[in-house]
């Protein structure tokens, strides 16, 4: 199956709960890589790889997890990065 993968921006009450460290737990339970992080203006921004299946299940879980502070949530599909491993938390 061929790479795919998600980039992702949440708003709501998503920066100061956790989200970040909960987006990196439920990637480690998980088949993907990627990343994500705190942006300046509140939101929180994702990159997430994988087969596709796995990275809409990841995305599910993240969301139920969270479902509390994500107020939306934009999707955008964008290339795969090459060699990726692990998922990180940036600051």
Same mark, same amino acid.
């Given at each position: 199956?061929?790479?795919? $993968?998600?980039?992702?921006v949440? /708003?709501? %009450?998503?920066q100061g709960?956790?989200?970040? %460290?909960?987006a990196?737990?439920?990637?480690? $339970?998980?088949?993907? /890589?990627?990343w994500?992080r705190?942006?300046?203006d509140?939101?929180?921004?994702?990159?997430v790889?994988?087969?596709?299946?796995?990275?809409d299940? %990841?995305?599910e879980r993240?969301? /139920?997890?969270?479902? *509390? *502070?994500?107020?939306?949530?934009?999707?955008?599909?964008?290339?795969?990065?090459?060699?990726?491993?692990?998922f990180?938390? $940036?600051?």
């Amino acid at each position: 199956m061929a790479l795919a $993968r998600a980039h992702v921006v949440f /708003s709501g %009450y998503v920066q100061g709960v956790g989200f970040r %460290y909960t987006a990196r737990m439920l990637a480690a $339970r998980c088949p993907v /890589s990627g990343w994500v992080r705190n942006l300046p203006d509140g939101t929180v921004e994702l990159e997430v790889q994988g087969e596709k299946p796995e990275v809409d299940s %990841y995305l599910e879980r993240l969301r /139920s997890e969270m479902k *509390h *502070h994500i107020a939306d949530m934009d999707v955008n599909w964008v290339a795969p990065v090459d060699g990726e491993e692990g998922f990180s938390v $940036r600051f």
